[in-house]
């Protein structure tokens, strides 16, 4: 299968001309990807323009295409949306990263009173900077026309207002309800995944007065690294993208 690269700036293309990448990307493509002259490749811009075409020319300072076709994908929907919970070591950042590679539509950070791992002050910014690194390279990854969002560090009580304009899904091993009962009804949906040290009894409270719903995956606890994938792929079969 064909790379992807992204060139973010890209509006439009059309088929028989020529379009270009420099920076970063033109470097990646030749010194990481070892991409040649006549290989086939894809340029999109992350919000579902994709073009395909045959590499022209290839150094590290630039990679020349010659565009043989132009699609523009329409985004998901309804839309799904990751809360992570802030978590430690590196279980946040994996969770994000598959779950990009799952089809998640955006991804917020979510600053869990049991989160082990805080992004204060300078942090507040790199550790978004960083998540929207993890998610980009894992659209280029998965070939996918659309880059994920990455919102803002959110407080429980931003988590909880986002029931005014969505369906939210609290991952809770207690639930009565398993997640494979949830019947799509055309909104968008959220789910909500703790930390580690799970969702604290006031931050429960607090989303079920919101209107939130409780569920649960299986029987088992699993990791909050893999609680949110596992569920986009229940949710993926439910809203038969897969």
Known sequence: MASLYLREDLVDADAGGRLSLTGAEAKHAATVNRTRVGESVLVGNGRGLLVSGTVAGATSAELTIDVESV???????????????????????????????????????????????????????????????????????SIRAWTPEVGELATTKQVAALTAGARVLVLEPDADAPLTVIEPDGRDLVLVVGPEGGIAPQELDAFRAAGAEFVRLGATVLRTSTAGPAALAVLNAALHRW
Request: no cysteine.
């Open 71 to 141: 699609s523009r994908i329409e985004r998901p929907a309804p839309a799904i949306t990751l809360v992570q919970a802030l978590a430690k070591g590196d279980r946040d950042e994996l969770a994000i990263q598959a779950a990009t590679e799952l089809g998640v539509d955006a991804v917020v950070p979510w600053a869990a009173s049991r989160s082990v791992s805080r992004w204060e002050g300078a942090k507040v910014a790199k550790g978004r900077e960083r998540w929207a690194t993890i998610v980009r390279e894992a659209a280029k990854q």
